[in-house]
């Protein structure tokens, strides 16, 4: 025990000895009351110096001192009532019970306080990125990075905090010991049912340094288009294009391929297939296709083509290629080139529709020569 306790917890007593007509229930309110005032004091005041020391600071401090403030209130009130206990007329084992509470009380709001340090630090870090913007890329790639680092902090944090505060309790602590000592079956079944918990939580970890995907990402994933939405510590939401939510686990993404459009820019090739007939003047139809982006305010300025890529019996495969800014303006000009494309055959180029032939001449002959029915006569 510290000296000064000792000398403080002395000179209470003394004073208490001049005061032995008081009961002892009354001698320890009044010196609780006492502690509790002091510190709520220190408490104020110290906030006080800080307000004023951090109003021309950065708004990380600004902001610690505004989350801080009741955190800290709590452990000085903690403090205040441990000194209280520790130099009242107490027994000694409901004076040794209550300290004990108390400081497995203090290590849980510490741990508190350092989650909060954590969450104020990812707040002001996030502020110097606009997800809103239209190139946005640079700002998901540190919004993902931060997020998940964040979440898988807070968790170690809970974890290291719970069990510092379980080591203060000793039957806790030496039932936990024993545990782990004499039950190694017990010990094999919680660690494999922590496993997929830790299996996600380490693919947490590589999606946020090597980040395959990114907040805002657009992937397809078993077959379904949509766009990355939320990235927890064990699992990914993923908005598809009609507004479902299909939920992943992180060891999704490092497992198993999946085709991500954003990975290093947003931008996007769009593919438009027609099918035209052999005698489609492929040239009109290309000049067609660059007047129809060129007047749209979809098409990013970069990429436009049309070239015939495959040949059936029946009819001829023309690729129409369009980019655009990013990949919901790339499926908006897809469905704007098919339509104007087919439009433009069907009121313009309709030689260009598909068409079925058939040759009559052959017919004639594997029918045969006709008969007249004069010439029987």
């Not at 452990?75 to 509470?101: F, G, K, N």
């Not at 505060?165 to 049912?193: C, D, E, H, K, N």
């Not at 999946?258 to 290309?286: C, H, K, M």
């Amino acid at each position: 025990m510290p000296q000064f306790v000792i000398n403080l917890t002395n000179d209470v007593f003394a004073l208490w000895a001049q005061f032995h007509w008081l009961p002892e229930w009354a001698v320890v309110t009044i010196i609780t009351a006492v502690f509790v005032f002091i510190g709520w004091a220190a408490n104020q005041v110290v906030f006080a110096l800080l307000k004023l020391a951090v109003r021309k600071r950065d708004l990380f401090w600004k902001g610690m001192v505004g989350r801080a403030r009741l955190k800290v209130r709590i452990a000085v009130m903690i403090i205040a009532l441990a000194l209280a206990v520790t130099v009242s007329p107490l027994d000694p084992e409901p004076s040794l019970l209550i300290r004990r509470t108390l400081l497995f009380g203090f290590i849980l709001v510490c741990g508190w306080m350092i989650a909060g340090a954590v969450d104020m630090g990812a707040i002001v870090h996030l502020r110097k990125f606009n997800m809103e913007a239209e190139d946005n890329l640079y700002a998901r790639k540190h919004v993902t990075q931060t997020r998940i680092l964040q979440r898988v902090a807070a968790i170690l944090i809970g974890l290291i905090t719970l069990g510092l505060a379980l080591l203060t309790i000793p039957g806790v602590r030496q039932w936990g010991m024993s545990l782990l000592a004499s039950a190694g079956v017990v010990g094999i079944v919680a660690g494999l049912a922590l496993q997929p918990f830790l299996t996600n939580l380490i693919a947490g970890i590589q999606i946020a340094t090597a980040q395959p995907i990114r907040l805002d990402d657009a992937v397809i994933v078993e077959g379904e288009w949509g766009r990355v939405e939320e990235i927890t510590s064990t699992y990914v939401v993923v908005k598809l294009w009609d507004w479902r939510r299909m939920i992943l686990p992180l060891t999704y993404f490092i497992q198993k391929p999946f085709q991500n459009w954003t990975r290093d820019n947003a931008s996007l090739i769009g593919v438009a297939f027609l099918y035209v007939d052999y005698e489609a003047p492929i040239d009109r139809l290309r000049v067609r296709l660059e007047a129809i982006a060129h007047a749209s305010p979809l098409w990013d300025g970069d990429v436009v083509s049309l070239q015939v890529t495959d040949i059936t019996d029946r009819v001829a495969q023309v690729r129409c290629l369009t980019s655009a800014k990013n990949a919901s303006i790339a499926f908006d000009l897809r469905c704007e080139v098919r339509e104007k494309m087919l439009a433009f055959m069907r009121d313009e180029c309709p030689q260009a529709l598909p068409r079925d032939r058939f040759d009559l001449n052959r017919i004639d002959d594997q029918r045969g020569p006709s008969i007249s029915p004069l010439s029987k006569a």
